[in-house]
Structure formats: C-alpha cells, structure tokens
C-alpha cells in the first residue's frame, strides 16, 4: 500500500501562485509513477501532470504547460506542483496519484484525499 497526502491549496487571485506537496508513505518503490490530477465540480477528472520518480518522462497537459511545474524531492518522497498565472478555470480539488507507469489516463493504483485550489477572478 501507499498512502498519499496533498497539502498546500487554498485561496488565491487569478495570476497568483500556490504550491502543492504530496508525501507519499509506505510501499512507495513500487509505484515508479506520480501524477497529479483535477476535478472540478460537474466535470470529469482531468489529467494535469505526471512523471516518474527519476523525472523521465515527464507530461504536462496543453491548459497547464509553461504555467505548472512539477518536481520531487526522492529523499522525502514528495511531489511537488508549483503553479503559477493561475486562472479561474484553475479552480479544482486536486489530487496526488501514484501506479506503476506514467501515463495520463486515471489508470493510477493510489489516490489522495484532494486538496481545494480555488482561483478567484
């Protein structure tokens, strides 16, 4: 098993920034890939990056790309999403997941609980 834990959404003005961490726990050797996720209220889970433990490869979705950027710390086994120019349509509970491959389908073994991004225009 590998437990997920997001942390650091919250409230924040369109063009502002705000960092997600996700720390991951126990088997984390066998899920090689991390990913982050988005759901907005109505909508499907949408895939919003993803990369392996090594950062090779590394995906972005389009609406994200030159906006997000997605690190990791291998010595705490966290994830990290930094976003900046945040949009209204930014606005979603967001997810950590982890699996045995990198892909950027829903295909993931481990989800978090989500944490609130909320972007006010």
């Known amino acids: 098993q590998v437990q997920l834990v997001e942390s650091g959404g919250g409230l924040v003005q369109a063009g502002g920034s705000l960092r997600l961490s996700c720390a991951a726990s126990?088997?984390?050797?066998?899920?090689?890939?991390m990913g982050w996720f988005r759901q907005a209220p109505g909508k499907e889970r949408e895939f919003v990056a993803a990369t392996s433990w090594s950062g090779i490869p590394t995906y972005y979705a389009d609406s994200v790309k030159g906006r997000f950027t997605m690190s990791r710390d291998t010595a705490k086994n966290t994830l990290y999403l930094q976003m900046n120019s945040l949009k209204a349509e930014d606005t979603a509970v967001y997810y950590c997941?982890?699996?045995?491959?990198?892909?950027?389908?829903?295909?993931?073994?481990?989800w978090g609980q989500g944490t609130q991004v909320t972007v006010s225009s």
């Open positions: 997941a982890a699996g045995p491959a990198v892909v950027v389908t829903t295909n993931y073994d481990y």
């Open positions: 126990g088997r984390t050797f066998s899920s090689r890939a």
